[in-house]
């Protein structure tokens, strides 16, 4: 059988859940903006990028 493995590399480029923006933080708006616009140009990997900058940010400042 193919595709049905638990481990199947499909979803390891999905491993964790969109990270949300705190509400009121500017920053948090402006990755998450990031974040969409990169999603709706279908750049992924600049999507994962912007989720990566806003977890990031997320730990530091909140
Ligand atoms: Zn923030």
Redesign the pocket.
């Known amino acids: 059988m193919i595709g049905d493995e638990p481990g199947s590399d499909e979803f390891r480029y999905f491993p964790l859940p969109a990270p949300q923006?705190?509400p009121g933080?500017?920053?948090?708006l402006r990755l998450k903006a990031q974040e969409r616009a990169a999603a709706r140009a279908r750049d992924q990997s600049a999507a994962a990028d912007a989720r990566v900058h806003l977890r990031r940010?997320?730990g530091r400042?909140?």
């Open positions: 923006p705190a933080c500017a920053e948090c940010h997320l400042a909140h």
